[in-house]
Structures are given as structure tokens and as C-alpha cells.
């Protein structure tokens, strides 16, 4: 298991479902199909009262083994101490290491409490450090409450408030733009235009926008998923693809000339395709990953094909990050009911992907 960097699971809020969907998964042993070390970040004293509390419940059968790490994270110099004696401690004993990261005030199921919104964001800081500098092969993250870190007034890099994992990991990056792509075991499905208005869509469909989304495609097609020779299909923008111009001139003034430079370039990549044809078994059968112009055009067939076995991942990061599919569930946390298939589903991803990634070499 030690020749394989690990794959690191933030937590997110600790009053929601982020440490029992972990503990979960540690109970039933799962953590251990992925032949790599499981790092998780939590607040070490959240986490053993969150075990205590579901063993009492009856979702665990036992309080699973985890070895607990104190970094010195106010020093920002975790990354030093991420030494090879903590990859060298892990063993089948221990169902995964937990990197403790110290909450302000005391966590109480599913109540928000905006004092711990800083260890939330820090979370986030030790995952982005620890996979730019290659320590694991991928982050997964849990679920946050992005209202609790707005209201702690928790900013992003360029000095806006937070507004989601995904901005705050771009920023971190220095990366201008990154693209949501949502995959299950069906298809995989990427989206040019993601939590935009109907009537906002078309202004957003611009050559500079199918370019960059296109191209993040193709690259992490092939240095995140190992495929060298992707195959693409994209969506138009209007039914039948505009039908000649007849029902939108989009796919004739803006989408089909951009691939045209890759299909020129020798990308194997479909020009505009009716969305109501492309998402059928006999093209599906001949491509890696759709591109489809807005959120709803894409993702309600994706979802149609595996809803609880759907992973969001971003791509065009310099790194690989997966996640859950569902929110905070303050209701349940602590109490028993929350499903721990989808982190499995995510961790499943993020594991195949480090497998076959190129990104993952060591630094020179």
C-alpha cells in the first residue's frame, strides 16, 4: 500500500454528514479497496465523539481504528511534517490517518457554528498544498455549508467572498477558468455553461468559452484519465443543432468553427450534434466524454443513467479532485440514515483516475 500516494477526503462542515459518511465506510472496511492510504482532515475530538455517537446509534458496529496526526497548521508548515514515518505507520489496522485539524469551539450535530468556518476553509488549504506538491494523488471532498463560511466572512484568493469549493481550488491554482464535469459509470459529461439562467445561456456561448472548455476536456481526458486519443462528442446549443440555421445560427457562427480547429488539429471530435440523438447507446458506445452547452441540457440524462452513483469532478486543475453529490444533511448527522455510497462512488473515481494519471509523478 506504501507505494502509492494517498487519496485525502475533506471532511467539510463538521456539523454535518462529512465525518459519519467516513466512519461509515472505515466500519464496513471499504476503505481498504482502493490498495492506497486514506488521509482524512477532521477535528480529532469531533471525530471520535461523532464515532462514540453511531456505535450508540447502531450505524457502526464498532468504533473503527484511525491514527491521528497534530499538525501544526498555525505555522503553515504541515507539509514539513508530513514526513515518510506517517506513510510508514499506516497499516491494515488503522482504517485510515487522520490529519487533525483543530475546530475553535466544540462541534454539535447539525448545528451550523460559524467559529468553526476557519477550519473548514483550512481544509481546503491543506488539500490544495498537499496535492500541488504531489503528497496524495487526489483530494475528495465533502460536503460544505457555503452560507456558514459566507457569513464568517471566509474570502477566496482575489478578495470575494467564498462561494464554493470549486472557485476556491481554481484561485488556489491560478488557474482562469476550470470545467464541472459530472460522470458515472453510463457516461461522462461536461459542461460548457454550468449555474447560468436560461435566458443568460446563448451570450455565454462564445468561441473563447467552447475553446478553453474543450481543450481542459481534451487535456484531462488524457493526463487524468490516460486515454491519448479521447473521443468527444458535443452538443448543440439549439434543437437539431440549429437545423441549418433555421432554428439558430450558433452552431453555424460560433461552435462548429472552433471545432473545426480541432477536428483540423486531428482531435477526435464530433461538430455540433442534436443533444435529443447524441445522448443515445449507439453514440455513447463510440465516445469518452460529452461536452453539452448548459447544465440542464447534460445532466439530467447523465443523472437518469445513475443518480446515486454520480461523482462532480473538476477538470482543468493542476491536480484530481472529486466529490460527493449531496449537501451538508444537518438533520442526519450524528443520528444515523446518511448513505456513504456517494463518497465510495467519488473515492472509486478519484482512485481510477490516479491510476492512470500522468499528473502524478514525482517532482523532479
Keep these: ?47 471520535q465523539k461523532r464515532a ?22 498555525v505555522a503553515n508548515n504541515f507539509l514539513e511534517q508530513m514526513s515518510q514515518q506517517t506513510l510508514d505507520d499506516h497499516n491494515n489496522d488503522n482504517a485510515f490517518i487522520l490529519l487533525n485539524t483543530p475546530c475553535a469551539e466544540p462541534v454539535v450535530c447539525g448545528q451550523i457554528n460559524i467559529r468553526n468556518s476557519v477550519m473548514v476553509a483550512k481544509q481546503l488549504d491543506i488539500a490544495h498544498q498537499l496535492a500541488s506538491n504531489k503528497t496524495v494523488a487526489a483530494i475528495v471532498t465533502g460536503p460544505l455549508q457555503k452560507s456558514a463560511l459566507i457569513d464568517a466572512e471566509i474570502k ?12 476556491f481550488f481554481m484561485q488556489q491554482s491560478g488557474r482562469d477558468k476550470v470545467v464541472m464535469m459530472l460522470a458515472n459509470q453510463a457516461m461522462k459529461v461536461a459542461l460548457v455553461t454550468t449555474h447560468l439562467a436560461l435566458k443568460d445561456i446563448p451570450a455565454a456561448i462564445n468561441a473563447d468559452n467552447v475553446r478553453q472548455t474543450v481543450q481542459i476536456v481534451i487535456d484531462d481526458m488524457r493526463e487524468k484519465f490516460g486515454l491519448t486519443q479521447p473521443r468527444i462528442l458535443v452538443c448543440g446549443l439549439n434543437p437539431h443543432a440549429g437545423e441549418g440555421g433555421h432554428l439558430g445560427v450558433e452552431e453555424i457562427e460560433i461552435i462548429n468553427p472552433v471545432l473545426r480547429e480541432f477536428i483540423d488539429a486531428g482531435v477526435d471530435i464530433s461538430e455540433a450534434m442534436p443533444a435529443d440523438t447524441l445522448f443515445t447507446p449507439r453514440h455513447l458506445a463510440n465516445c469518452d466524454a460529452v461536452i453539452a452547452m448548459y447544465h440542464d441540457q447534460g ?17 482543468g486543475l493542476p491536480y484530481i479532485r472529486t466529490s460527493v ?3 451538508t444533511a444537518l438533520d442526519l448527522a450524528g443520528r444515523g440514515g446518511a448513505s456513504a455510497t456517494s463518497l465510495y462512488q467519488a473515492l472509486l473515481m478519484a482512485n481510477e483516475m490516479a491510476d492512470k494519471s500522468l499528473i502524478n509523478r514525482p517532482l523532479v
Excluded at 52 to 73: E, N, R, Y
Design 325 to 327: 453529490d449531496h449537501g
Design 52 to 73: 462514540d455517537m453511531l456505535v450508540k446509534a447502531g450505524v457502526l458496529q464498532s468504533c473503527p481504528l484511525w491514527k491521528t496526526v497534530h499538525l501544526d497548521i
Design 156 to 167: 477566496l484568493l482575489d478578495g470575494t467572498m467564498f462561494s464554493g469549493h470549486t472557485e
Design 1 to 47: 500500500m506504501q507505494t502509492k500516494l494517498p487519496l485525502l477526503i475533506t471532511t467539510g462542515e463538521p456539523a454535518g454528514i462529512g465525518m459519519d459518511v467516513v466512519l461509515i465506510l472505515a466500519d464496513e472496511g471499504k476503505l481498504q479497496d482502493f490498495n492506497r492510504p486514506i488521509w482524512v482532515t477532521a477535528d480529532s475530538t469531533a471525530m
Design 299 to 315: 445532466l439530467p440524462v447523465l443523472k437518469s443513467h445513475g443518480f446515486g452513483d454520480t461523482v462532480n469532478l473538476t477538470l
